[in-house]
């Protein structure tokens, strides 16, 4: 995790507007901890960088939060829920499975009746996680945007900060004063994000719906994943600051995406992180192009006239189409030299109105999303194209605890050995879905 996540220590202690303390890892039951992998979204060019993660968190708590050091102030925005489902399937593509059957087994079966041409088949997978259960909450809010608070903080001494977390009813934890000194001596900044997950309004208890039983128990157990961030900044070198997510206990199992100039590594670190590497030719084509199909016990040649109807639940858009206006409005930031896009302005100017008017829920979603389509598309029209200049470099792994500890991560070019360069099978990557056709008569 890049940030030091934050726990809330006590109802007595806290702040009702939501205030939050930093996490303590193995200290009794119902403690804050990082559920399964961390991912995060690197994009570095020209001096601009993107840096976007969407943590899981598990454990009893009412309110947490995140600290987050950068070294210069950031734009902040939100990201979608299946972003890096999304990135996975950019990065390889799922394939349509096609089983070709001969018309008389089905014949048979049925009793020699007549058999349709091919079969409906299913529909492009939603793509959500797996629903919470009762006693979980999975939050979907942003910044100073909808339910999130953020503020950016200078801070002149390790001291100074703890003082401010302290008074805004945050726990600074002990042990962290060196190494945000470090950050200090190099005018870095803090971004304070704190969220209400218990007894407000504004909670989801699954993706993509914003509401909540208020009168949920204190402490009660959750699981799930909070909304995610993005935050673009300006920095010469592309880095990762994750020296904060030691204060978080065990490490767990990183997954990085760099978009960089070149493909890259970890300095520092092995090289067996490097599990894949796309050029941005391919990667375009992956955004662009219909998702790959695969064809069993036949040909194409065999089922011709069927295959334009499946033509629609190949459209890229609907594995990896999250994925490409991420990259096109990061590449458009780099062209135009902004940190903070109109659309992505407008989109939480729309997410603090429907907010503030305690409007919620995935029918106001859709209709703000409907809204920024267009403006969208038409802002990253082109922009997109600079992919092909590119590289996508995915790291997985644990990575060395002493590295953390000491230093931002940071990256030198590295292409790595052809024969290890495989499209992989993340567990989070959308599938498509599988199809039955039957021979066309004749053949």
């Known amino acids: 995790m890049i940030a030091a996540l934050l726990l809330l220590a006590s109802l007595a202690d806290a702040d009702p507007c939501g205030m939050v303390p930093p996490l303590n890892v193995d200290v009794g039951p119902g403690v804050l901890q990082r559920d399964g992998a961390q991912r995060t979204y690197v994009m570095h060019s020209r001096g601009i960088q993107t840096l976007a993660l969407r943590p899981g968190f598990t454990g009893s708590v009412d309110d947490f939060g995140m600290l987050i050091p950068f070294p210069s102030v950031p734009a902040i925005r939100k990201i979608d829920d299946q972003t890096f489902a999304h990135i996975e399937a950019a990065v390889d593509p799922p394939t349509m499975d096609i089983q070709i059957l001969d018309p008389m087994v089905l014949e048979m079966a049925r009793g020699g009746g007549r058999f349709p041409a091919a079969t409906k088949s299913t529909a492009a997978p939603e793509m959500e996680e797996a629903p919470l259960a009762y006693n979980e909450v999975n939050v979907v809010k942003e910044e100073a945007m909808g339910m999130y608070q953020v503020a950016v903080l200078e801070a002149g001494s390790p001291k100074a900060l703890a003082r401010w977390m302290e008074d805004n009813g945050y726990r600074y934890p002990e042990g962290m004063d060196a190494v945000v000194q470090d950050y200090v001596d190099s005018r870095w900044c803090f971004v304070a994000v704190k969220a209400k997950v218990g007894q407000a309004p504004g909670v989801s208890p699954h993706p993509g719906q914003r509401s909540v039983q208020h009168d949920r128990p204190q402490g009660s157990s959750f699981e799930g994943f909070v909304q995610g961030m993005g935050f673009r900044f300006e920095t010469p070198e592309p880095v990762v600051p994750m020296r904060l997510s030691v204060f978080n206990g065990k490490e ?117 999303g409907q809204g920024l389509a267009d403006a969208r598309a038409r802002a990253v029209d082109g922009a997109l194209d600079d992919v092909k200049e590119m590289h996508m470099t995915v790291l997985d792994g644990v990575f060395p605890h002493a590295l953390l500890q000491s230093q931002n991560l940071g990256f030198s070019a590295y292409t790595m050995p052809a024969q290890r360069n495989e499209e992989r099978m993340d567990e989070i990557r959308p599938q498509a879905p599988r199809v039955v056709l039957y021979r066309n008569r004749g053949r």
């Open 252 to 368: 767990p199992r990183n997954v990085v995406y760099m978009l960089t100039e070149q493909p890259v590594r970890i300095d520092g670190a092995p090289t067996d992180l490097v599990v894949r590497q796309v050029p941005g030719q391919e990667l375009y084509g992956h955004l662009t192009q219909p998702i790959p199909q695969r064809f069993m016990g036949g040909e194409a040649k065999d089922v011709q006239e069927q295959l334009p109807a499946l033509e629609p639940q190949r459209d890229p858009a609907l594995y990896n189409g999250i994925a490409r206006d991420l990259f096109a409005s990061d590449l458009l930031a780099v062209r135009t030299g902004e940190l903070a896009l109109a659309h992505e302005e407008a989109e939480k100017e729309l997410l603090n109105i429907s907010e503030a008017l305690n409007l919620r829920g995935p029918e106001i979603d859709a209709l703000h």
